[in-house]
């Protein structure tokens, strides 16, 4: 064997060693538009990480919930990553299923972080996640059908004034609902917006006693309310339809209005994918004329490393890329300020590159600003969260009640019996938690 034939194998020999050594990271997220840009560029984080590999399980929002719940509940240990609402952050962080982040690198800047959206991600000044996207709630319109039909939406909108303005710009035979709302069954989809509604209609989950509320005159109003618009306005088949299926409508030019994440904005003002992208305007989310409410829908999409995961270490170099400042500017250079993750960094909305190219920059942090999920609703009640309440037991009775209340779009319900049993199935849940006495 000449020299060169011995260097030459040993190179391939460490070249193989150096692949076969590579840590794989399981990642599991939802399958959202930010969420699949950020696969379609993990190739930039490996180039600068090659002894890590990613691997994604990319799952529906509802089945995320539940295989990552039950995964980190029995410490199966199937992810590495989490991807995490700031609903499971603190509840999982003080049963000890989250590590803290801690080693996300001298340049992370978590001071930039928006302070509403990393509070909700930090237990006793510890951060156990990191934000990918955050959200507030508001209305998406078509301009051109507000103008056809003689309408201007208002600064600080109505629930009146949506009813009304969805019925007239509603077009069955040109197949344009005049409003598109979560139908689909699921404490984070239906129920996140048909909670916020409710707030803003007085109404709350429970009173300062731990007792639902079901059987009170606010969830009857803004249940027959939402009702109602969907039967009038709403698309056919939208007990089906979540955040994707609505946003799918809304960009193909299906619908008048759309209330939801204001993380969509980026994606119906997008050419590339919206028909109506020169034709959509933003307002926050409405309030019930005398209530003082908007909602006060607060979400954020994090990234978070499970106790059971033997690789800490690889795992918060990924997150650190996926939440920085630069993986923002990949993401601009890449497809555009206007498609940055929104909603986590102040400099983004200090940024003017972004604020020139996103006409819903400021609707959104607006919005942001206007969420208190620690006064949910204007009675008093026991518990935080804006569109969710903050206890463990909200992802199993919240999902009931959502099957409850989706039953009566698809038509197979009543208003009146869903509220029944959603009250029954609630107090016999909340009394076996110990919540009730």
């Known amino acids: 064997m000449t020299l060169k034939t011995f260097l030459l194998g040993a190179c391939s020999a460490l070249a193989f060693a150096g692949v076969a050594s590579a840590e794989t990271l399981t990642i599991a997220t939802v399958n959202n538009n930010d969420m699949v840009r950020m696969q379609g560029l993990t190739s930039d984080f490996t180039a600068k990480n090659p002894d890590i590999q990613v691997e994604w399980v990319t799952l529906e929002e509802n089945i995320l919930r539940e295989r990552v719940t039950t995964d980190i509940a029995t410490k199966g240990g199937q992810y590495d990553i989490l991807t995490i609402g700031n609903y499971e952050v603190p509840i999982w962080a003080k049963q000890g299923w989250l590590l803290e982040l801690s080693n996300l690198g001298q340049g992370y800047d978590v001071d930039d972080l928006l302070p509403s959206i990393r509070g909700g991600l930090t237990v006793d000044s510890k951060l156990y996640a990191a934000p990918f996207y955050g959200e507030s709630a508001m209305i998406m319109y078509r301009t051109d059908l507000f103008e056809k039909a003689g309408l201007k939406m208002p600064e600080n909108p109505t629930w009146e004034f949506i009813g009304d303005a969805a019925r007239k710009i509603t077009d069955r035979n040109a197949d344009i609902n005049g409003i598109c709302l979560r139908g689909k069954a699921g404490w984070g989809e239906n129920m996140a917006f048909i909670t916020a509604l409710t707030n803003s209609f007085g109404g709350r989950w429970f009173d300062e006693k731990w007792q639902p509320q079901f059987d009170q005159p606010e969830w009857k109003a803004s249940l027959q309310f939402y009702v109602d618009l969907m039967k009038d306005a709403g698309p056919s088949g939208a007990s089906s339809n979540g955040f994707n299926e609505n946003l799918t409508l809304f960009e193909q030019g299906k ?105 819903f920059a400021a609707p959104t942090l607006a919005a942001m600003n206007a969420a208190d999920i620690t006064k949910p609703t204007v009675q008093p009640v026991p518990y935080t969260g804006g569109q969710f309440v903050a206890i463990p037991e909200f992802q199993a009775i919240g999902t009931n009640v959502g099957q409850l209340f989706s039953a009566v779009i698809a038509g197979q319900s009543t208003v009146d019996d869903a509220l029944a049993q959603a009250q029954s199935a609630t107090v016999r849940d909340m009394t076996r938690a110990g919540y009730i006495k």
């Not at 003002?269 to 109506?276: E, H, I």
């Not at 601009?332 to 498609?339: E, F, L, N, P, T």
């Open 255 to 359: 619908c008048g209005m759309w209330i939801d994440a204001t993380v969509a904005a980026s994606a119906v003002s997008n050419p590339k994918d919206s028909t109506v992208a020169d034709k959509v305007g933003y307002a926050i989310f409405p309030s019930k004329e005398g209530v003082a409410n908007h909602g006060n829908w607060l979400w954020s999409w994090n990234l978070a490393v499970p106790t059971s995961s033997t690789k800490a270490e690889a795992a918060q170099k990924f997150i650190a890329w996926a939440t920085s400042k630069e993986y923002t500017a990949l993401v601009a250079s890449k497809d555009g300020w206007a498609s940055a993750p929104p909603g986590t960094r102040t400099s983004l909305y200090q940024n003017e590159e972004y604020k020139k190219v996103a006409p």
